[in-house]
T-cell receptor, first 113, second 115 residues
C-alpha cells in the first residue's frame, strides 16, 4: 500500500542534542512538507520542498533544517537552536498538480528529557 | 496574508445530533478549501475539499459548500456518530515560492460525541 511513513513515532531528546525525524513516501509525490502541531493549535509550516535538491522555509523554520536528496525522502533535523522543540511533527506530500490535496503521515511526537 | 478562522471548541454533542463547525477565511484570489480530520495520536486525513465557488465537497455524510460571498466553508453533518469524535481542521491552499502549494490551517475544533 502506498503511503507516508514517519519514524520514530515517539522521540526523546536531551537538551543540546540535534535529532532527525524521518519521512518517507512511496506515492511518487513531488512536493513534501513538514508541519509542527502544538496542543490546541493548528499546524504551522516549517519547511517544504517541491523538487529534489530544493526546499523553502515555511513560517517557523528557525532551529530546523531539512534535506531533499531523494524524491521519496524529506528528513527534518531539529537542532539545539530550537528552544522549544516539544511538539507533534507531521510530514505531508502531494502531487505537483494544482488543487490536489496533501496526504499526511501519522506523526512523530518529540519530547525533551 | 491568507488566514483561516474556525469556530472555537470543544464541541460536545449527543449521538444523532446535527453538526455545524464554522470556518471563514481571508484570501486573495481563489484558493481551494479543505477539511481535514485528526483522530487521537494520528496524522490528518482529508475529509473533503472544494476548488471553486459554489462547489460542495462531501464525504462520509459530511458536507461543506464554498461560499465566496461570505468567505465561508462551514462543515455540516446531519446525524453524528460516536466514531466522529476527533479534531477537525479547516484549511486553504496558498501559493508559496515558485508556485508551490502551501496549506494555511485554522486552529482546529475538537468534537466529542456522547452516546
Amino acid at each position: 500500500d502506498g503511503g507516508i511513513t514517519q519514524s520514530p513515532k515517539y522521540l526523546f531528546r536531551k537538551e543540546g542534542q540535534n535529532v532527525t525525524l524521518s519521512c518517507e513516501q512511496n506515492l511518487n509525490h513531488d512536493a513534501m512538507y513538514w508541519y509542527r502541531q502544538d496542543p490546541g493549535q493548528g499546524l504551522r509550516l516549517i519547511y517544504y520542498s517541491q523538487i529534489v535538491n530544493d526546499f523553502q522555509k515555511g513560517d517557523i523554520a528557525e532551529g530546523y533544517s531539512v534535506s531533499r536528496e531523494k524524491k521519496e525522502s524529506f528528513p527534518l533535523t531539529v537542532t539545539s537552536a530550537q528552544k522549544n522543540p516539544t511538539a507533534f511533527y507531521l510530514c505531508a506530500s502531494k502531487l505537483a498538480v494544482s488543487n490536489q490535496p496533501q496526504h499526511f503521515g501519522d506523526g512523530t511526537r518529540l519530547s525533551i528529557l | 496574508g491568507n488566514s483561516v478562522t474556525q469556530m472555537e471548541g470543544p464541541v460536545t454533542l449527543s449521538e444523532e445530533a446535527f453538526l455545524t463547525i464554522n470556518c471563514t477565511y481571508t484570501a486573495t484570489g481563489y484558493p481551494s478549501l479543505f477539511w481535514y480530520v485528526q483522530y487521537p495520536g494520528e496524522g490528518l486525513q482529508l475529509l473533503l475539499k472544494a476548488t471553486k465557488a459554489d462547489d460542495k465537497g462531501s464525504n462520509k455524510g459530511f458536507e461543506a459548500t464554498y461560499r465566496k460571498e461570505t468567505t465561508s466553508f462551514h462543515l455540516e453533518k446531519g446525524s453524528v456518530q460516536v466514531s466522529d469524535s476527533a479534531v477537525y481542521f479547516c484549511a486553504l491552499s496558498d501559493k508559496g515560492v515558485q508556485g508551490a502549494q502551501k496549506l494555511v490551517f485554522g486552529q482546529g475544533t475538537r468534537l466529542t460525541i456522547n452516546p
